[in-house]
């Protein structure tokens, strides 16, 4: 059983940067590949961005030259550095840990879900 614990989410002015982080616990997550997911209020929850067990990356268009992806297994953690935020991106974001070591897109290939932060970016 792995439980996972988000920060970092809070309000953020458009333009400006957050970085949010995930602990795994309760079972190390370092082989298995990382993603992070978020959901507006009334939209279904999408994709952001993806990790592999050995550290190769994948975001979703829309993100892609803001948001950074990264984990650091000493510490058994993943981050996703948001930078130029925009107002869109406001929603809460997860994190979770996937069936196996290469990342996927699709929500149902992950087994265990946090149970998100909030960003909210102003205009």
């Known amino acids: 059983q792995v439980q996972l614990v988000e920060s970092g989410g809070g309000f953020v002015q458009a333009g400006g940067s957050l970085r949010l982080s995930c602990v795994p616990s309760?079972?190390?997550?370092?082989?298995?590949?990382m993603g992070w997911f978020r959901q507006a209020p009334g939209k279904e929850r999408e994709f952001v961005a993806a990790?592999?067990?050995?550290?190769?990356?994948t975001n979703t268009d829309s993100v892609k030259g803001r948001f950074t992806i990264s984990r650091d297994n000493a510490k058994n953690s993943i981050y996703l550095q948001m930078n130029s935020v925009k107002p869109e991106d406001t929603a809460v974001y997860y994190c979770a840990v996937a069936l196996s070591p290469f990342p996927s897109i699709r929500a149902v290939d992950y087994r265990y879900w946090g149970q998100g932060t909030q960003v909210t970016v102003s205009t």
């Open positions: 309760g079972r190390a997550a370092s082989n298995y590949a």
């Open positions: 990790i592999s067990a050995g550290g190769g990356s």
